[in-house]
């Protein structure tokens, strides 16, 4: 069970060039996860991101890629403009009781953001279940349901 947090814990970087955002759920003692990249396309402005990419790892099986294209699905757009809105979390303090939790899922969102006309600088949330973020993450997942295919988008219509 504490292997799973760590593993989990574990899976933490700068994004990968190809992506602008991405999202992770991951089940702890499942020893699988979900991540959701919305990719950067070379064809399309920031205003106008296009493709994500799902990867499914489930412990013992091969790995999954499945994909979503905001030209075709609306749930997709939804998605990408839903990033807008994730809940912040609140500053802790050192006298702010906490509570250990040794199971449960693991929720994450890594972007870059930026104040006014800034360059963007990377940020990493992270949260368990019972969260404003868990609740954010399992929405857009909802969103992008019934967008998902095993083709990968062309990047022109």
Same mark, same amino acid.
């Given at each position: 069970?504490? /292997?799973? @947090?760590?593993?989990?814990?574990?899976?933490?970087?700068?994004?990968?060039?190809?992506?602008? /955002?991405?999202?992770?759920?991951?089940?702890? @003692?499942?020893?699988?996860?979900?991540? *959701? /990249?919305?990719? %950067? !396309?070379?064809?399309?402005?920031?205003?106008?991101?296009?493709?994500?990419?799902?990867?499914? %790892?489930?412990?013992?099986?091969?790995?999954?890629? *499945?994909?979503? !294209?905001? %030209?075709?699905?609306?749930?997709?757009?939804?998605?990408?403009?839903?990033?807008?809105?994730?809940?912040?979390?609140?500053?802790?303090?050192?006298?702010? =009781?906490?509570?250990? *939790?040794?199971?449960?899922?693991?929720?994450?969102?890594?972007? &870059? =953001?930026?104040?006014?006309?800034? *360059?963007?600088?990377? @940020?990493? @949330?992270?949260? #368990?279940?019972?969260?404003?973020? /868990?609740?954010?993450? #399992? &929405?857009? &997942?909802?969103?992008?349901?019934?967008?998902?295919?095993?083709? &990968?988008?062309?990047?022109?219509?």
């Amino acid at each position: 069970m504490i /292997a799973a @947090l760590i593993l989990q814990a574990s899976i933490t970087g700068p994004l990968p060039d190809d992506v602008w /955002a991405d999202m992770t759920y991951g089940p702890s @003692l499942a020893y699988s996860s979900e991540t *959701i /990249a919305f990719l %950067r !396309d070379e064809t399309s402005s920031m205003a106008d991101p296009r493709i994500l990419r799902m990867t499914l %790892r489930q412990h013992g099986k091969p790995t999954v890629t *499945i994909w979503a !294209d905001s %030209r075709t699905c609306p749930g997709a757009a939804e998605a990408v403009r839903h990033l807008r809105s994730i809940p912040m979390p609140t500053p802790s303090l050192p006298s702010d =009781a906490t509570d250990l *939790i040794l199971d449960g899922v693991g929720y994450r969102v890594r972007f &870059r =953001a930026h104040y006014g006309s800034e *360059i963007g600088f990377p @940020l990493e @949330l992270n949260s #368990n279940v019972g969260t404003p973020l /868990a609740e954010w993450v #399992n &929405r857009t &997942r909802a969103m992008l349901k019934p967008c998902w295919t095993t083709a &990968r988008p062309a990047k022109d219509p």
